[in-house]
């Protein structure tokens, strides 16, 4: 049952794009000719019309339920697209909260860096000013050391 559903949406895809083709203008323009140049070959005027009347219904028929069938599917199509792009802009908004995260993490980072920077600035300043100290408390020793040296030569 499914193969034959799948076979008449493929006719009907065939059929419908079919029809609003030039070259269906074509037949059905040579069809309207030929019905009506059969009243030259002494055909009766109202079998002429019975018979064009009842094929122009019966194709009205049909072809307002190929456009049905075309309706029905693009509309399936236009849902099916409608919930893909749904489906998009969800996870847009999963991305931009993953990048907003993703940019905190940033800015704690950066933070974090200029808070180590400062530390190690810190850090070099209070070992120069240690080193400073050292040199001046071992130049004040060295004239200490100098000075009882001298006091022990008197």
Aim: overall charge negative; cysteine-free.
């Amino acid at each position: 049952m499914n193969k034959f559903k799948e076979l008449l949406e493929k006719y009907s895809m065939k059929i419908t794009g079919g029809i609003g083709s030039v070259p269906s203008l074509v037949i059905h323009t040579l069809f309207f000719i030929g019905i009506f140049t059969l009243a030259l070959l002494d055909v009766s005027f109202d079998k002429i019309m019975l018979v064009l009347t009842t094929i122009v219904s019966l194709e009205a028929i049909y072809l307002s339920i190929f456009i049905q069938l075309t309706i029905n599917r693009t509309t399936a199509q236009l849902h099916a697209v409608e919930k893909d792009i749904e489906e998009i802009s969800e996870d847009i908004e999963e991305i931009q909260e993953d990048v907003e995260e993703i940019q905190e993490d940033v800015e704690d980072i950066q933070e974090d860096v200029e808070d180590i920077q400062e530390d190690e600035t810190e850090e070099e300043k209070k070992d120069r000013e240690d080193k400073k100290l050292l040199s001046n408390i071992e130049n004040q020793l060295m004239t200490i050391v100098r000075e009882i040296e001298e006091l022990k030569k008197k």
